[in-house]
């Protein structure tokens, strides 16, 4: 945990943050964490959180525009250590409609298969 990230009791994935829920993770940084998806729907399903709380993208590039680039850079690193050369999709679900489940802020990073699209 770094000195200034601001966690929110309730929320899951501030716990995997923590410490307190545990994660397979595949790559830190000061600003993020990244882990693999519990219920992954590719060979790659890795997500890629802020330390901080930010219920979503939006917010968090608001808050901290630079730790939402800081996603960016681990997804690239992620996705070269994961051998994705031949492509992988990055996605922000944001809002319930979208299906976003959890309420802090994620990418997640999908590789290792052909994808489809438009995605549905
Ligand atoms: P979203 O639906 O976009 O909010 O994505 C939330 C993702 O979080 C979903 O793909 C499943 C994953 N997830 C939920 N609970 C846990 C957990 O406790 N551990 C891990 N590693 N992933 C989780």
């Known amino acids: 945990m770094t000195a200034d990230e601001v966690l929110d009791d309730d929320c899951l994935f501030c716990k995997i ?3 307190d829920i545990e994660a397979d993770v595949v790559h830190e ?3 993020t964490l990244a882990f693999r998806d519990l219920d992954p729907q590719a060979p790659t399903h890795v997500l890629v959180i802020p330390r901080s709380h930010y219920p979503n993208a939006a917010a968090l590039a608001s808050g901290e525009p630079e730790t ?3 996603l960016f850079d681990a997804a690239a690193a992620i996705a070269e250590s994961e051998g994705l050369g031949e492509g992988y999709r990055l996605v922000f679900n944001t809002g319930a409609q979208a299906h976003q489940s959890v309420f802090h802020a994620h990418m997640h990073l999908l590789g290792g298969r052909a994808m489809t699209w438009p995605p549905g």
């Open 17 to 19: 943050v923590a410490g």
């Open 29 to 31: 940084s000061t600003t």
């Open 68 to 70: 939402a680039a800081h």
